[in-house]
């Protein structure tokens, strides 16, 4: 089966990896910050805070935020269902925006008419998680734009978009929102097998995270609110979790960032090559205007005839092609249902899933194996 999905491993990360296994630190030592550095610098942020997940990452940046009980967070429909259960581990609620059929994106003129209703009911979001579906980055200069009017603070999930630039400006560098969070989940970018990292301009976000990342317990004494007792000593000022992130994840981290400009380029020449060749066919995909480069996460193909997804699907499934379908819209999930979400909620995030198939797009997918793809789905479509 050809994955749609698949990390990259080479020898140099093999190497990597038996240096931390040799080394003094297997767990969080001196390679996490080193990675953290690495990736602030990449994406042109003040610093990162590195975990053992980027739904972590997603929680840890909420709680930063103070989101909790009473507070709501909005986010996209069309995105793993992590992007909104971050709201609920804090205990604050969660509320979506429809997307733009054209760039399977959150809706900046949705979010402003719905931001605009909120603010006369009273019942403002705390926080928006724009969500770079497939790794092309939302308008954030117009939703940050948005946002501040309303006094909103904005977590981008970057899940699939680091490396991902729009109007010249990277992912993850600073101005458009308050935390931006990755994943190196090993079908992302670049992968640490699990891991996440959340990046922000602003030290007392980092700081924060940093503790809640390790049971809110820190070390510095000038964060101390009692009398150093010893050299042992340590204060725990609220309540966090255990989310780092082990040195051997960072040195397979950092050993794949070096080599992230050869994955995106391998990932935007594949994604040029689908265009190319599935143009003219009754279906489309997600529409970017000049000023993007894509980190080509995903490459989502929306049929113009929903009828036939199913039968699309299973054609490709029974040539060994790994298509899969990203996402279904998580208010229509059991959980969120329960929560009273219905279907026709939202209607643009509904259009899109009943036509989508994700096409295998990955650094390692050969040109013979992306031809075997196109002329099975254009087969399929005949
Ligand atoms: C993969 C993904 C996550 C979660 O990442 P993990 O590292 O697996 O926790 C969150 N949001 C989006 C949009 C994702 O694709």
Request: aromatic content about 8%.
């Amino acid at each position: 089966m050809i994955p749609y999905g698949r990390q990259q491993i080479d020898e140099t990360d093999v190497l990597a990896l038996r240096q931390v296994l040799h080394s003094d630190y297997l767990t969080q030592g001196p390679t996490v910050p080193a990675f953290e550095q690495a990736v602030a610098e990449r994406v042109g942020a003040r610093g990162g805070v590195a975990v053992n997940s980027a739904t972590s990452a997603l929680h840890i940046a909420c709680a930063a935020l103070d989101l909790g009980p009473g507070d709501v967070l909005w986010t996209s429909p069309i995105t793993f269902v992590a992007s909104a259960n971050c709201a609920l581990y804090c205990g604050a609620e969660v509320d979506f925006v429809d997307i733009d059929p054209a760039t399977f994106n959150l809706c900046p003129d949705a979010l402003e008419a719905k931001l605009g209703r909120a603010s006369q009911a009273g019942r403002l979001p705390r926080v928006i998680v724009p969500v770079h579906m497939g790794g092309q980055p939302c308008d954030m200069r117009r939703i940050a734009d948005i946002a501040r009017r309303h006094g909103v603070k904005i977590i981008e999930d970057a899940s699939h978009a680091i490396g991902a630039e729009r109007d010249g400006r990277a992912v993850g560098s600073g101005g458009v929102s308050d935390i931006t969070v990755f994943s190196f989940h090993p079908v992302k970018i670049i992968t640490t097998a699990e891991g996440g990292m959340a990046v922000s301009d602003d030290a007392a976000v980092l700081e924060r995270m940093a503790r809640l990342r390790s049971h809110g317990v820190v070390r510095d004494r000038a964060l101390m609110t009692r009398p150093d007792e010893g050299p042992w000593y340590y204060e725990q000022l609220e309540l966090g979790w255990n989310y780092r992130m082990t040195d051997l994840q960072a040195a397979l981290g950092l050993s794949q960032l070096a080599r992230i400009d050869a994955f995106l380029a391998r990932r935007q020449a594949l994604a040029e090559r689908y265009k190319e060749r599935l143009a003219g066919l009754p279906l489309r995909w997600q529409a970017a205007p000049d000023a993007i480069r894509s980190a080509w996460h995903l490459f989502v193909v929306v049929l113009d005839d929903p009828a036939i997804r199913r039968r699309v699907f299973d054609t490709l499934r029974g040539a060994g092609i790994g298509a899969n379908v990203h996402y279904i819209p998580v208010h229509l999930q059991p959980h969120y249902a329960r929560m009273g979400f219905r279907p026709g909620d939202f209607p643009a995030a509904e259009a899109y899933y009943a036509g989508a198939i994700t096409l295998p797009l990955h650094p390692g997918l050969t040109d013979a194996e992306q031809d075997h793809v196109i002329e099975t789905l254009a087969g399929a479509l005949a």
